[in-house]
Nanobody
Framework: QVQLVESGGGLVQAGGSLRLSCAASGRIFSINSMGWYRQAPGNQRELVARITSNGSTNYADSVKGRFTIARDNAKNTVYLQMNSLNPEDTAVYYC??????????????WGQGTQVTVSS
């Protein structure tokens, strides 16, 4: 059973920083990409940032220059460093992984979500 476990959300004032972590565990053969999505109340879930196995990254325009995604392949862990946070960044942040479990085909997995709240 593959699991994604997130940590690092919380409450921060505007202009502050937070770092999210997400670790993939279980019987994993390979990980194609890991990333973060977010969903604010009344909005659709949107991509925040994603990183592939070879280190290629892409970001939502709204977070470019403020957020940085990084990955530790040895630990199957992805990080999201969020700086210069503003109230519009308030949302539930979900970790996502596109990976191949042992003996199975490529699948999409989601974490349980972690709340990020930015106060003005």
């Amino acid at each position: 059973q593959v699991q994604l476990v997130e940590s690092g959300g919380g409450l921060v004032q505007a202009g502050g920083s937070l770092r999210l972590s997400c670790a993939a565990s279980g019987r994993i053969f390979s990980i194609n990409s890991m990333g973060w999505y977010r969903q604010a109340p009344g909005n659709q879930r949107e991509l925040v940032a994603r990183i592939t196995s070879n280190g290629s990254t892409n970001y939502a325009d709204s977070v470019k220059g403020r957020f940085t995604i990084a990955r530790d392949n040895a630990k199957n862990t992805v990080y999201l460093q969020m700086n210069s946070l503003n109230p519009e960044d308030t949302a539930v942040y979900y970790c996502h992984a596109l990976l191949t479990p042992l003996g199975l085909v490529l699948r999409s997995y989601w974490g349980q979500g972690t709340q990020v709240t930015v106060s003005s």
